[in-house]
């Protein structure tokens, strides 16, 4: 499936914060978790999230740290700050009424089925 470039530059953000919520991370780790959460549907490039997480630092919603792995290379860590959990919570609550209208429009308590491809 081909997500729309629009979408995934929309989910980008809360994506990656609340993936900072689980606990600090580099630029390599994030982008296998976006491919483990979307069940390999998100491919993200480097390209994609190096600008998204300089933005996301502008901001103030992350810190960063340059530490060097057991195997001796060294990794930029992201690590989500409070003006980042308090921006997530915003968008949390923007995604939860963009789904609701959503899920009223397509159909209710039928949408998470036919998400998922069992509908």
Same mark, same amino acid.
């Given at each position: 499936?081909?997500?729309?470039?629009?979408?995934?530059?929309?989910?980008?953000?809360?994506?990656?914060?609340?993936?900072?919520?689980?606990?600090?991370?580099?630029?390599?780790?994030?982008?296998?978790?976006?491919?483990?959460?979307?069940?390999?549907?998100?491919?993200?490039?480097?390209?994609?999230?190096?600008?998204?997480?300089?933005?996301? @630092?502008? +901001? &103030?919603? =992350?810190?960063t740290e340059w530490r060097?792995? %057991?195997?001796?290379?060294? /990794?930029?860590?992201?690590?989500?700050?409070?003006?980042?959990?308090?921006?997530?919570?915003?968008?949390?609550?923007?995604?939860?009424?963009?789904? @609701?209208? +959503? &899920?009223? =429009?397509?159909?209710?308590?039928?949408?998470? %089925?036919?998400?998922?491809? /069992?509908?």
């Amino acid at each position: 499936m081909h997500i729309d470039k629009d979408l995934v530059a929309a989910l980008a953000t809360p994506l990656v914060l609340s993936i900072l919520t689980e606990g600090e991370s580099y630029g390599y780790a994030i982008l296998k978790r976006v491919r483990e959460l979307s069940d390999g549907e998100l491919e993200w490039t480097d390209g994609m999230l190096y600008p998204l997480l300089h933005r996301l @630092r502008r +901001l &103030g919603y =992350v810190t960063t740290e340059w530490r060097t792995s %057991p195997e001796g290379r060294r /990794r930029r860590y992201y690590t989500i700050t409070n003006d980042g959990r308090a921006a997530l919570a915003e968008q949390q609550r923007q995604w939860v009424t963009v789904a @609701r209208a +959503l &899920g009223d =429009v397509w159909g209710g308590d039928d949408l998470l %089925p036919f998400a998922l491809g /069992r509908g």
